[in-house]
């Protein structure tokens, strides 16, 4: 885990879910996959939006080329679960369907326009992965 991701996670964590810096005001939630190839635990600090019945994270990696990691790790491993603010809930992820990403992923980018921008860094289509309370 990156320098920086360790900082987020220690300042989520000391401040009840509230960071500085990058992600300052923001929905912030700290997604815990276990790795596809490695099967080792790993904590990711992502901006979240609220969807009915529970959450959604978006595949970005600010624009990058490929999808991050964590991606993978949930389509090995959907059973996961978050830290959100003081609570850590049980969650299934799974990718959400044409209609679903297109409504959710519209109001992401209007309520935070730095996600077109990454839309418009791609050729790739970003995954919106809904991630709902485990059974």
């Known amino acids: 885990m990156s320098d920086w991701n360790d900082k987020v996670i220690a300042e989520f964590r000391a401040n009840g879910g509230q960071v500085g810096g990058h992600f300052a005001g923001q929905p912030l939630l700290l997604l815990h996959t276990v790795g596809a190839k490695s099967g080792q635990p790993r ?4 901006m979240y939006h609220k969807v009915d ?3 959604a994270v978006f595949a970005s990696k600010a624009g990058a080329p490929t999808n991050p990691d964590w991606y993978h790790n949930l389509l090995a ?3 996961t679960r978050a830290e959100i603010g003081t609570d850590t809930v049980e969650l ?16 992401q980018k209007a309520a935070y326009p730095f996600f077109a921008d990454y839309e418009r860094k791609t050729s790739r289509q970003i995954p919106v992965v809904v991630l709902e309370p485990a059974p």
């Not at 904590?43 to 992502?46: F, G």
């Not at 959400?96 to 519209?106: K, L, P």
Request: aromatic share 8%.
């Open 43 to 46: 904590v990711h600090p992502m």
């Open 53 to 55: 019945g529970g959450y």
């Open 77 to 79: 491993h959907p059973r």
């Open 92 to 107: 299934v992820a799974r990718v959400a369907t044409e209609d679903e990403r297109e409504r959710i992923w519209s109001a």
